[in-house]
């Protein structure tokens, strides 16, 4: 497991002072943290507090109006999601976002789309170049299947499949982006605890065994103690706390927003 | 070399085994394993190579003759090969139930000395780190399966694979290395123990049963021979490897026959890798094959009004002529052409899709099974049979042979088995594969044999005057009586509730008592689509155990065995007074099961005690709070109200008195 104490590492991505609003309700107001490379950073707070309009803007959802993001090295104000995926972010969502007609493996495939270079006309003829190109791709999807435990359901439609095997599909098909930053938007939300120490196992295990930089939101607190490195809270879109999970613990702020004092 | 490879009595031992069948079968495929979706295959010369470098690997890391080593994990090459490679060197592997608690784990691992241990994963090193303080002679972990373990400590791990490198090194590095591994396994003995197997415990600690090589090997001759087990079958191992099943149908017989074994991808997987295998040898417990046909009925619920007709025809087909075109009896030419019919558009796809087109053998064994399970798969052309074993005597004591098959008894004493019931109904036994002893306990070894070497199974059984078989009643010690003195064998009573697929597991209760009384668990797969299918909503388990119209339907399933009953002399006064749906599915975690999921009855009424007492008193609902324990052993506890019903009886005129 991840020793909890952080030496400085590389900031991988960095947002400083950023604000996002929608018409009159502000969202997220000036806030500032950074990712460093390696780590498991959690995002936490009470319900509205702007955890995923963050992860939204991090990821390039949104636009926000005020502050910078940096990724690994370069500003960015203005990015795309397609920009986020092409350079190394991939992300997870709080309800599940499959093709949900499609097989747990060709959805998994799908998150191979980026990373596939042959044109539309050889991957339609199946041959040739492309057809070494898919093999190449469907090993490495296999990987994530075995690495994800999930080889029963390779072939059923993920409609068919129960919540926490969907989210870990989703899981699977945002690993085989090999993103360099990987968002996860309430990984564990609606799951039992047996399905919620599954995926916890995975989170520390993708971390461990691929190097991915993980941020996730979470509303479990226990599961985000277990899990992160060092976690940032918002309240109202404002940041009240960032440190490690002992720390923000401790922090008066934190424990008045979550115990529901008077703002 | 000169060896006598064609005299295969000379092979007395595993690896001599293997010796022999890298030389005649060499290019013939030995293990296949699925992985990352793709069919892997061994061949026997490539698995003497693989063993060979993974004993002397192991010889490197300390392993001696005589010494123990544990082997934990599910169907996979190298945990079979670990159990191969222990068996060159001389030393004995002690195979472990890897869904274990860390609990059992130690208590195995302790009792049998052992310094190595081979395991499947993280999850299972895991487990052994955890109870390490009461393993001070454990010295290194040998892991299948790196995932997780990169920051673990390697001072006591050390994968596979490494080991079997370092060996293939130093084989090719020294010439002589390898004609020190042919001493050594020439220096195996048939008389030494080959393997210890630890029995379950369905009557409290487990046993380590050992078991010698050249009984072991001689046991697996005869029933090769018995099914014409050859080269070219197939066997798919999905059963634990620390059960005797596993390991006599197919690591000792695999080895004599020398026939392929196929491990599935995964524990969750074997259904659709039978399919993909279609094995030609074929076993499974009664559960299994239950299972199996519960989910294919749900599905034909499912399918359109035309399939669900025709589907239920042809059954109707196959139940009145299948079994009888099956024993060779002679059928009329309108059965046989409806038959041939029904193969053609339901029989023959179905056991296709179930995986069983090859099988050509099949067992099953374990527990009774319902005889409509049981004629319904041999109906459709499954020629499965009945065999009647225990760990004591590597597995077979009788099996059916073609031709002579019924549910209700287990078959003719095999060859070379010498059986004799004693005067309480105690079936004992002499075996050609009969245990060498209880690992370091001769007190035990002692109690479990007669003083002119029988051995007791401790199981209640009569030949029957009709066929000649054999019948099995019941645990020997679990007859009781009623206080009228009707005998009562629960298992008998219920196994009549099991075969109702809607039950998944009954315990019956009435020794000392005035009256019979059950506790039921009903089939969530079942009952949850009856559920569906009759609008019935539900929030939790426990919700729809309790719920009216599925208790309901259990009077009615009950009433059933009580008519039933009502018409055997014998039985009439064990019908079922009372009875309750437990809340909480009866698990091998909470103690309640065996891991070979059988009731430890003693157990369950120990903690049910508060419900028993309800089943007695007269009253019409009891209130319980159990411990139950996580998958990752953490414990909480679960407390519900369980309505008790009460159960009308049939009358008989004469109630006949077993006294």
């Given at each position: 497991?991840?020793a909890?104490?952080?030496?400085?590492?590389?900031?991988?991505?960095?947002v400083?002072?950023?604000?996002?609003?929608?018409?009159?309700?502000?969202?997220?107001?000036?806030?500032?943290?950074?990712?460093?490379?390696?780590?498991?950073?959690?995002?936490?707070?009470?319900?509205?507090?702007?955890?995923?309009?963050?992860?939204?803007?991090?990821?390039?959802?949104?636009?926000?109006?005020?502050?910078?993001?940096?990724?690994?090295?370069?500003?960015?104000?203005?990015?795309?999601p397609?920009?986020?995926?092409?350079?190394?972010?991939?992300?997870?969502?709080?309800?599940?976002?499959?093709?949900?007609?499609?097989?747990?493996?060709?959805?998994?495939?799908a998150?191979?789309?980026?990373?596939?270079?042959?044109?539309?006309?050889w991957?339609?003829?199946?041959?040739?170049?492309?057809?070494?190109?898919?093999?190449?791709?469907?090993?490495?999807?296999?990987?994530?299947?075995?690495?994800?435990?999930?080889?029963?359901?390779?072939?059923?439609?993920?409609?068919?499949?129960?919540?926490?095997?969907?989210?870990?599909?989703?899981?699977?098909?945002?690993?085989?982006?090999?993103?360099?930053?990987?968002?996860?938007?309430?990984?564990?939300?609606?799951?039992?605890?047996?399905?919620?120490?599954?995926?916890?196992?995975?989170?520390?295990?993708?971390?461990?065994?691929?190097?991915?930089?993980?941020?996730?939101?979470?509303?479990d607190?226990?599961?985000?103690?277990?899990?992160?490195?060092?976690?940032?809270?918002?309240?109202?879109?404002?940041?009240?706390?960032?440190?490690?999970?002992?720390?923000?613990?401790?922090?008066?702020?934190?424990?008045?927003?979550?115990?529901?004092?008077?703002? | 070399?000169?060896?006598?490879?064609?005299?295969?009595?000379?092979?007395?031992?595993?690896?001599?085994?293997?010796?022999?069948?890298?030389?005649?079968?060499?290019?013939?495929?030995s293990?296949?394993?699925?992985?990352?979706?793709?069919?892997?295959?061994?061949?026997?010369?490539?698995?003497?190579?693989?063993?060979r470098?993974?004993?002397?690997?192991?010889?490197?890391a300390?392993?001696?003759?005589?010494?123990?080593?544990?082997?934990?994990?599910?169907?996979?090459?190298?945990?079979?090969?670990?159990?191969?490679?222990a068996?060159?060197?001389?030393?004995?592997?002690?195979?472990?139930?890897?869904?274990?608690?860390?609990?059992?784990?130690?208590?195995?691992?302790?009792?049998?000395?052992?310094?190595?241990?081979?395991?499947?994963?993280?999850?299972?090193?895991?487990?052994?780190?955890?109870?390490?303080?009461?393993?001070?002679?454990?010295?290194?972990m040998?892991?299948?399966?790196?995932?997780?373990?990169?920051?673990?400590?390697?001072?006591?791990?050390?994968?596979?694979?490494d080991?079997?490198?370092?060996?293939?090194?130093?084989?090719?590095?020294?010439p002589?290395?390898?004609?020190?591994?042919?001493?050594?396994?020439?220096?195996?003995?048939?008389?030494?123990?080959?393997?210890?197997?630890?029995?379950?415990?369905?009557?409290?600690?487990?046993?380590?049963?050992?078991?010698s090589?050249e009984?072991?090997?001689?046991?697996?001759?005869?029933?090769?021979?018995?099914?014409?087990?050859?080269?070219?079958?197939?066997?798919?191992?999905?059963?634990?490897?620390?059960?005797?099943?596993?390991?006599?149908?197919?690591?000792?017989?695999?080895?004599?026959?020398?026939?392929?074994?196929?491990?599935?991808?995964?524990?969750?997987?074997?259904?659709?890798?039978?399919?993909?295998?279609?094995?030609?040898?074929?076993?499974?417990?009664?559960?299994?094959?239950?299972?199996?046909?519960?989910?294919?009925?749900?599905?034909?619920?499912?399918?359109?009004?035309?399939?669900?007709?025709?589907?239920?025809?042809?059954?109707?087909?196959?139940?009145?002529?299948?079994?009888?075109?099956?024993n060779?009896?002679?059928v009329p030419?309108?059965?046989?052409?409806?038959?041939?019919?029904?193969?053609?558009?339901?029989?023959?796809?179905?056991?296709?899709?179930?995986?069983?087109?090859?099988?050509?053998?099949?067992?099953?064994?374990?527990?009774?099974?319902?005889?409509?399970?049981?004629?319904?798969?041999?109906?459709?052309?499954?020629?499965?049979k009945?065999?009647?074993?225990?760990?004591?005597?590597?597995?077979?004591?009788?099996?059916?042979?073609?031709?002579?098959?019924?549910?209700?008894?287990?078959?003719?004493?095999?060859?070379?088995?010498?059986?004799?019931?004693?005067?309480?109904?105690?079936?004992?036994?002499?075996?050609?594969?009969?245990?060498?002893?209880?690992?370091?306990?001769p007190?035990?070894?002692?109690?479990?044999?007669?003083?002119?070497?029988?051995?007791?199974?401790?199981?209640?059984?009569?030949?029957?005057?009709?066929?000649?078989?054999?019948?099995?009643?019941?645990?020997?010690?679990?007859?009781?009586?009623?206080?009228?003195?009707t005998?009562?064998?629960?298992?008998?009573?219920?196994?009549?509730?099991?075969?109702?697929?809607?039950?998944?597991?009954?315990?019956?209760?009435?020794?000392?008592?005035?009256?019979?009384?059950?506790m039921?668990?009903?089939?969530?797969?079942?009952?949850?689509?009856?559920?569906?299918?009759?609008?019935?909503?539900?929030?939790s388990?426990?919700?729809l155990?309790?719920?009216?119209?599925?208790?309901a339907?259990?009077?009615e399933?009950?009433?059933?065995?009580?008519?039933?009953?009502?018409?055997?002399?014998?039985?009439?006064?064990n019908?079922?007074?009372?009875?309750?749906?437990?809340?909480?599915?009866?698990?091998a975690?909470?103690?309640?099961?065996?891991?070979?999921?059988?009731v430890r009855?003693?157990?369950?009424?120990?903690?049910?005690?508060?419900?028993?007492?309800?089943?007695?008193?007269?009253?019409?609902?009891?209130?319980?709070?159990?411990?139950?324990?996580?998958?990752?052993?953490?414990?909480?506890?679960?407390a519900?109200?369980?309505?008790?019903?009460?159960?009308?009886?049939?009358?008989?005129?004469?109630?006949?008195?077993?006294?």
């Open positions: 497991m991840t909890p104490e952080v030496k400085p590492r590389d900031v991988l991505l960095s400083e002072n950023v604000s996002l609003s929608f018409g009159g309700v502000k969202a997220i107001s000036g806030v500032s943290f950074d990712i460093r490379k390696g780590e498991i950073r959690a995002i936490i707070g009470p319900n509205g507090a702007g955890k995923t309009s963050m992860l939204n803007v991090i990821n390039g959802f949104y636009q926000p109006q005020k502050g910078t993001i940096t990724f690994k090295g370069e500003p960015r104000t203005k990015m795309r397609h920009d986020a995926a092409t350079g190394g972010i991939a992300r997870t969502f709080q309800n599940v976002a499959l093709f949900r007609g499609m097989s747990a493996l060709d959805n998994i495939m998150g191979r789309s980026l990373k596939m270079n042959k044109n539309l006309f991957q339609l003829l199946r041959y040739g170049p492309a057809m070494k190109e898919e093999v190449a791709h469907r090993r490495h999807v296999e990987d994530i299947i075995d690495f994800l435990k999930i080889q029963e359901i390779r072939r059923t439609p993920v409609a068919r499949l129960p919540y926490g095997l969907q989210k870990r599909v989703e899981l699977g098909r945002a690993l085989a982006m090999e993103p360099e930053l990987l968002l996860l938007d309430e990984p564990m939300a609606g799951m039992n605890l047996e399905e919620k120490e599954d995926m916890s196992r995975f989170i520390l295990d993708v971390n461990d065994h691929y190097g991915t930089t993980i941020a996730l939101i979470e509303h607190m226990g599961v985000v103690m277990d899990l992160s490195d060092r976690v940032v809270v918002l309240d109202h879109g404002l940041k009240i706390a960032d440190g490690t999970p002992a720390e923000v613990m401790k922090n008066q702020n934190v424990i008045d927003a979550y115990l529901g004092v008077a703002h | 070399m000169a060896l006598a490879f064609d005299a295969a009595a000379k092979a007395d031992t595993f690896p001599k085994l293997l010796r022999r069948n890298a030389h005649l079968y060499g290019s013939r495929p293990m296949r394993h699925k992985d990352l979706g793709i069919w892997q295959t061994w061949t026997w010369a490539e698995v003497e190579e693989l063993v470098a993974y004993a002397t690997g192991l010889s490197r300390g392993l001696n003759r005589g010494e123990t080593m544990a082997i934990v994990g599910s169907n996979r090459p190298k945990i079979y090969w670990s159990v191969m490679a068996q060159m060197l001389g030393a004995v592997p002690v195979p472990v139930y890897a869904d274990a608690v860390a609990e059992e784990l130690s208590f195995v691992l302790a009792h049998a000395d052992v310094r190595f241990a081979a395991v499947e994963d993280q999850e299972q090193i895991d487990k052994i780190q955890s109870v390490l303080e009461r393993l001070p002679k454990l010295e290194l040998f892991y299948d399966e790196p995932r997780g373990l990169r920051d673990y400590d390697h001072a006591r791990l050390r994968s596979m694979e080991v079997i490198a370092d060996g293939r090194k130093a084989l090719a590095d020294d002589k290395l390898g004609a020190w591994l042919d001493a050594e396994i020439d220096a195996t003995q048939g008389a030494d123990p080959s393997i210890i197997l630890y029995t379950s415990g369905t009557t409290g600690t487990s046993k380590g049963v050992m078991l090589g009984r072991s090997i001689k046991a697996a001759t005869d029933t090769v021979v018995f099914d014409k087990l050859t080269e070219k079958d197939v066997a798919l191992a999905y059963l634990p490897i620390a059960w005797v099943g596993d390991h006599y149908l197919n690591y000792a017989q695999g080895l004599v026959a020398a026939f392929c074994t196929a491990c599935p991808e995964s524990a969750d997987t074997a259904t659709s890798d039978l399919r993909e295998i279609g094995p030609s040898f074929y076993f499974a417990p009664p559960r299994t094959l239950e299972a199996l046909l519960t989910r294919v009925m749900i599905r034909m619920e499912d399918a359109s009004a035309f399939k669900r007709k025709l589907f239920h025809y042809f059954i109707g087909v196959a139940r009145q002529y299948g079994e009888r075109l099956l060779g009896e002679s030419l309108k059965g046989r052409l409806l038959y041939w019919l029904g193969n053609i558009l339901i029989y023959a796809p179905l056991k296709n899709v179930l995986g069983f087109s090859r099988v050509r053998v099949a067992y099953t064994a374990g527990e009774a099974i319902g005889p409509d399970l049981f004629a319904y798969y041999r109906s459709i052309g499954l020629n499965f009945q065999l009647y074993g225990q760990t004591e005597a590597f597995l077979y004591v009788t099996a059916q042979p073609d031709g002579e098959i019924y549910s209700d008894t287990v078959g003719p004493a095999c060859p070379n088995v010498d059986i004799r019931i004693a005067e309480n109904g105690e079936v004992l036994f002499k075996s050609p594969g009969q245990f060498t002893g209880y690992f370091k306990d007190v035990k070894t002692a109690e479990a044999m007669t003083p002119d070497g029988y051995v007791m199974t401790g199981d209640a059984g009569y030949f029957d005057e009709k066929t000649g078989h054999l019948k099995i009643i019941d645990r020997a010690k679990d007859v009781g009586r009623l206080n009228d003195g005998m009562f064998p629960p298992k008998y009573i219920e196994n009549k509730l099991k075969f109702f697929p809607d039950i998944r597991e009954a315990v019956a209760y009435g020794d000392k008592h005035d009256f019979v009384t059950v039921l668990n009903i089939d969530l797969t079942a009952v949850s689509s009856w559920a569906e299918r009759n609008n019935v909503s539900y929030g388990y426990q919700e155990a309790g719920h009216p119209d599925v208790y339907m259990m009077e399933h009950i009433a059933e065995v009580n008519r039933s009953m009502a018409e055997d002399k014998m039985m009439a006064g019908q079922i007074k009372r009875f309750l749906v437990l809340h909480k599915e009866l698990d975690d909470d103690g309640e099961l065996t891991r070979t999921q059988k009855r003693s157990f369950v009424a120990e903690r049910y005690a508060a419900l028993i007492n309800g089943l007695y008193d007269g009253s019409t609902a009891a209130d319980i709070s159990t411990e139950v324990t996580f998958e990752d052993g953490r414990k909480g506890t679960l519900a109200r369980v309505n008790i019903q009460d159960m009308q009886t049939v009358p008989v005129g004469t109630v006949g008195k077993a006294a």
